[in-house]
Nanobody
């Protein structure tokens, strides 16, 4: 059984920062490929940031790459997403994802994490950014 539990979301003003955390347990740990994805109201889920066991990262576009940082703490089996200079358009439910494969696929590397590449998902944490 795999359990991914997100935390750290909240309501903030534009320009603020948040750090999301994902605690992984079960058959998945931080030696697997992991990612953050978000779902904006009324839209499909989109990849925000991905991380392979080799340390390779990918981001879902230049806007996220310049403001978001994905990282992990192997000792705690935690995945993090540091989000700076938040904008109202970042308002979304943010999900932690993981897969048994250790490395990001080529598509996830170059286009940002692809939802189909990750088998396990958390319940999400809401981020709301007001202007």
């Amino acid at each position: 059984q795999v359990l991914l539990r997100e935390s750290g979301g909240g309501a903030v003003q534009a320009g603020a920062s948040l750090r999301l955390s994902c605690a992984a347990s079960g058959l998945i740990d931080t030696s697997n490929s992991m990612a953050w994805s978000r779902q904006l109201p009324g839209k499909d889920r989109e990849g925000s940031a991905g991380l392979g066991s080799d340390g390779l990262t990918s981001y879902g576009g230049s806007s996220m790459k310049s403001r978001f940082t994905i990282s992990r703490d192997d000792n705690k089996n935690n995945l993090y997403l540091q989000m700076n200079n938040l904008r109202p358009e970042d308002t979304a439910m943010y999900y932690c994802a993981a897969d048994s494969q250790p490395l990001l696929t080529a598509k996830s590397q170059f286009l940002g994490p692809q939802a189909q590449d990750f088998r396990h998902w958390g319940q999400g944490t809401q981020v709301t950014v007001s202007s």
